[in-house]
């Protein structure tokens, strides 16, 4: 497969989603002491399919689309796509699962979760969403994402606790 084209589903991607969104979340439930079974199994679907398939596919676009140098330079449209991608809302919808797969009670409080956890982590986001989408190349860019986000499951369950009041 060319870099940059785009593929639907791959089981080295799914793999990579499972194990390491798994254990991402585990360390957090355990961090927080609240190891539950149905989430472990629920985060592994999601790392398996979903994040398997979207974010390999996003990755895949942004080589597309950002190909040569324009006014604004390659690395910051490559960068500004992943974090138009990894938005508020799209962190609002992991915690959204979390609580689904926890048995925990869901609400509109989610967004303001997401907006919250999204600005307090922009500067590392920015920096992580620069060295995958400019330093890795696009084979193992979901695995760098997947790593980070991973370490970020941790933070983002923390967050759910922290900033809910």
């Known amino acids: 497969?060319?870099?940059?084209?785009?593929?639907?589903w791959s089981p080295r991607n799914s793999l990579q989603g499972l194990t390491i969104y798994?254990?991402?979340d585990v360390a957090a439930q355990l961090l927080l002491h609240q190891l539950n079974g149905g989430r472990v199994l629920g985060v592994m679907a999601l790392?398996?399919?979903l994040y398997a398939i979207e974010i390999p596919n996003w990755f895949a676009f942004i080589d597309k689309r950002v190909?040569?140098?324009?006014?604004?330079?390659?690395?910051?449209?490559r960068t500004?796509?992943?974090?138009?991608?990894?938005?508020?809302?799209?962190?609002?919808?992991?915690l959204l699962f979390l609580r689904l797969f926890s048995g925990a009670t869901v609400g509109v409080d989610l967004l303001r979760l997401g907006l919250v956890s999204w600005a307090a982590?922009?500067?590392v986001a920015v920096l992580a969403n620069w060295l995958i989408q400019v330093k890795i190349p696009l084979?193992?860019?979901f695995l760098a994402s997947a790593t980070f986000s991973g370490?970020?499951?941790i933070y983002y369950a923390a967050s759910d606790v922290i900033w809910r009041h």
Request: proline letters at 10%; a positive charge.
């Open 1 to 8: 497969m060319t870099a940059g084209a785009s593929r639907f």
């Open 22 to 24: 798994t254990l991402g």
């Open 47 to 49: 790392g398996a399919t």
């Open 67 to 77: 190909t040569e140098q324009r006014p604004v330079p390659r690395a910051l449209q």
């Open 80 to 94: 500004a796509l992943a974090l138009a991608y990894f938005n508020p809302l799209w962190i609002a919808r992991p």
């Open 121 to 123: 982590n922009l500067p």
């Open 139 to 141: 084979r193992w860019r």
């Open 151 to 153: 370490l970020m499951a």
